[in-house]
């Protein structure tokens, strides 16, 4: 009965690797996020996508690439990871957009991303 | 854009005692603003929101007030147990063509003493 879920839990990888994380929700919700934890514990918005509407944060590298195959997924694609890329992430979801309100989210466990 | 700064980034208090943790936010059209526990190897929780059309909101022994002549907004945590340990987070939001991303406080790691 997990309402948000990503796998994997953690990715350990190298420098130049090509790799995903999965997101997946179950709550019925329009809207999902992508954000990024740092080691400060720093959590930074990096996409938001409504149904097929995509919206970047134009602080986040072209490397990175949210994939959403239906509503209830938003996968992150990564390629040529670098060392900065190590965090922890995290994805989210929201009930609705519109009606001029913005709505609660809610988190997934995150994803543990080392890239040695 | 928003900016949105916390204080404490640490808090101890004893067992019973209250906590307060503060934030203060830059963009007057933010009009969402949630509070966040985050337990260790855990995603965020939400724990309690307030809009900006309310100026306090009370949840069983969580309260938040909403001040938005001056930009600030705090959480009051009453009765601390120990399981109330945790880093919190404070965030501001508000609705336009992005959707409703959250941006976040620095956090405040919160340590009840039994």
């Known amino acids: 009965d997990t309402a948000v879920s990503q796998t994997p839990k953690y990715l350990v990888t190298q420098m130049g690797n090509d790799k995903s994380i999965k997101c997946e929700q179950n709550l019925g919700h329009d809207t999902m996020y992508w954000y990024k934890q740092d080691s400060k514990k720093f959590l930074k918005i990096m996409f938001s996508y409504n149904n097929k509407e995509l919206i970047i944060n134009e602080t986040v590298p072209n490397r990175f690439s949210p994939k959403s195959p239906d509503k209830a997924h938003l996968n992150l694609h990564i390629n040529s990871l670098e060392l900065g890329d190590s965090a922890v992430y995290f994805c989210?979801?929201?009930?609705?957009?519109?009606?001029?309100?913005?709505?609660?989210?809610?988190f997934g466990p995150g994803t543990r991303l080392t890239v040695t | 854009g928003e900016n949105v700064e916390q204080h404490p980034s640490t808090l101890s208090v004893q067992e019973g005692d209250s906590a307060v943790i503060k934030c203060t936010y830059s963009?007057?059209?933010?009009?969402?603003f949630p509070w966040y526990k985050q337990e260790l190897g855990k995603g965020p929780q939400l724990i309690i929101d307030?809009?900006?059309?309310?100026g306090e909101k009370k949840d069983q022994r969580i309260a938040v007030t909403l001040n938005k002549t001056a930009k600030h907004f705090s959480l009051h945590i009453t009765e601390t147990q120990p399981e109330d340990s945790a880093v919190y987070f404070c965030a501001a939001s508000q609705f336009n063509n992005a959707g409703n991303m959250l941006t976040f406080g620095g956090g405040t790691r919160l340590m009840v003493k039994p």
């Open positions: 307030i809009r900006s059309n309310v």
């Open positions: 989210a979801s929201s009930p609705r957009r519109g009606g001029g309100e913005a709505y609660e989210q809610y």
């Open positions: 963009d007057s059209a933010s009009n969402y």
